[in-house]
């Protein structure tokens, strides 16, 4: 069965709410496993199939832990081509997480990026976790066999 890994970080709970989003719409889509959690191994990277990344935008950039778990994964070589890579993230002002972390996933692990990026002005309205459900279920989607 095919494998989304949902990780994020979330220090007032707004990208919290994203992420369990992204994770309802994700199995809306039969036949996908669905994980989400706050951190995960390398090699439990290169075991999914996509990998949806979020993180709220502090001091414009992600936080600490999304970073060292990308440079963790970048240390140790995983191999990540052509998997499926998205990113979300609540911000308040300028909210440069979610590309940053798109940047990377493209550019050092080559992986394939989902056309739709979430982001939410601090606590994510109905809209927004809309946008979340349907990011959840596009990923899911492109990895479904
Ligand atoms: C100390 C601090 C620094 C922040 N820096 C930024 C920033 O550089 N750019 C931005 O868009 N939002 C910034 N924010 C706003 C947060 O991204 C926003 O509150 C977001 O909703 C937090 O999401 P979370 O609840 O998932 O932690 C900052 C907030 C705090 C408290």
Redesign the pocket.
């Known amino acids: 069965m095919a494998k989304i890994l949902i990780l994020y970080d979330?220090?007032?709970?707004?990208?919290?709410k994203m992420a369990e989003a992204v994770a309802e719409g994700a199995r809306t889509v039969p036949n996908i496993e669905v994980e989400i959690k706050y951190y995960a191994h390398p090699e439990e990277l290169a075991q999914a199939d996509a990998l949806i990344f979020g993180s709220?935008?502090?001091?414009?950039d992600m936080t600490l832990p999304i970073k060292e778990m990308l440079e963790e994964a970048a240390k140790a070589d995983i191999e990540l081509k052509g998997k499926v890579g998205a990113a979300f993230g609540?911000?308040?002002?300028?909210?440069?997480a979610p590309e940053l972390i798109l940047e990377i996933l493209k550019n050092r692990f080559g992986m394939q990026i989902a056309e739709l990026k979430a982001m939410a002005l601090?606590?994510p309205s109905k809209d927004k976790l809309d946008e979340c459900r349907k990011l959840g279920k596009l990923v899911a989607e492109k990895i479904a066999k």
Do not use: D, K
């Open positions: 979330s220090q007032t709970g707004n990208t919290e709220p935008t502090y001091y414009h609540s911000y308040g002002w300028s909210g440069e601090y606590e």
